[in-house]
């Protein structure tokens, strides 16, 4: 019964809400990481109950040895934390099924769409979604915002107030989307945390305001209990092939809150959703209901509204 994060870095606060759901659930169930370098370059790996060093998701061999350390360790519930590795896992997750091991990953087709952002846009706007406007090269309208087409974590992504501030590399590879500015002075910028269930319904909706980014991750949030959730609740109350936690960010009109642009959804656990846990939202506790006591989650709506988090580094001291 226990649990296995994947590539887990720096989240430490992910790791302690497992430990804590399993705890409250009366749960015998250790949580352990996987990384690189897990004792050196990986702070979680000295929160968890034990650590593996993997290779990369390209060696010919990741899967069995993800496989073998979940066989050998007792793990029946498997947890990926970011972009690249969530295709690979829901490829192989009914060979982890059959071995007793759920992979908390959605589905192949709902993932190839959201890891493309222009396919993601087209999913916004198949939902009703306002996306902000894609220029090309040859017709755009100052400012714009840039991104990789299948970039992740905010890398590689700039605003440009006029053409000298536009790199010529990036309208020339074809590699990047030349999107619309969505002006943050008169709209609210929200990261969602969602939770689908087994059966692809949404189970719980906590929407926080982004006060401060660092390093493409919320450093400053609250959570708000608005237009944006009945908006959300009421869009993707039910989306086919999402399972477990996702992440969608928007932008909401300070004025009009129902005037919404989608930004993108990934489908995974956001480096922010500590965030919700802390507002009271334990996703943790959710995936081990559903895939350990096999009991049925209902909707949740009892988390702290106005909560806000302000976050701060701390050291790990490891003597060699």
């Keep these: 019964m226990n649990i296995l994060i994947t590539s887990a870095g720096r989240r430490v606060s ?5 430990k804590k759901a399993a705890s409250t659930l009366n749960l015998d169930s250790k949580v352990f990481i996987t990384d690189l370098d897990p004792i050196k370059s990986s702070p979680v790996a000295h929160f968890a109950d034990g650590s593996f060093k993997v290779g990369y998701f390209s060696d010919s061999d990741y899967m069995q040895i993800l496989l ?38 959605s589905s192949i087709e709902l993932i190839k769409i959201l890891r493309d952002k222009e396919k993601t846009n087209t999913f916004f706007n198949d939902y009703g979604i306002n996306t902000p406007k894609i220029y090309t090269k040859d017709d755009i309208q100052f400012p714009i915002f840039l991104k990789p087409f299948n970039g992740s974590n905010s890398q590689g992504i700039y605003k440009a107030a006029s053409i000298d501030e536009v790199r010529p590399v990036d309208l020339k590879s074809g590699k990047m989307m030349i999107l619309e500015y969505i002006e943050k002075k008169k709209y609210d910028e929200y990261t969602v945390d969602l939770y689908f269930d087994k059966e692809s319904n949404l189970k719980c909706v906590v929407p926080r305001i982004r006060l401060k980014v660092v390093g493409g991750e919320s450093n400053q949030g ?21 399972i477990g936690c996702l992440t969608l960010q928007l932008f909401s009109n300070k004025k009009n809150p129902e005037d919404i642009y989608g930004i993108e959804i990934n489908p995974r656990f956001g480096g922010g959703f500590p965030f919700s846990l802390n507002a009271g939202a334990s996703f943790p506790e959710f995936i081990l209901k559903e895939y350990i006591l096999n009991s049925e989650v209902e909707y949740f709506d009892d988390w702290k509204d106005n909560c806000l988090n302000i976050r701060y580094e701390k050291e790990v001291v490891i003597y060699d």
Excluded: M, W, Y
């Excluded at 609250?222 to 999402?242: H, M």
């Design 14 to 18: 992910l790791v302690q809400g497992f």
């Design 68 to 105: 073998n350390i979940c066989l050998e360790n007792s793990i029946t519930i498997v947890i990926p934390t970011i972009d690249s590795e969530l295709l690979l896992l829901a490829q192989h997750k009914s060979e982890f099924l059959q071995a007793g091991i759920n992979v908390i990953v």
């Design 222 to 242: 609250i959570t708000r209990k608005n237009e944006v959730l009945d908006f959300v609740l009421k869009t993707f109350s039910k989306l086919p092939g999402a």
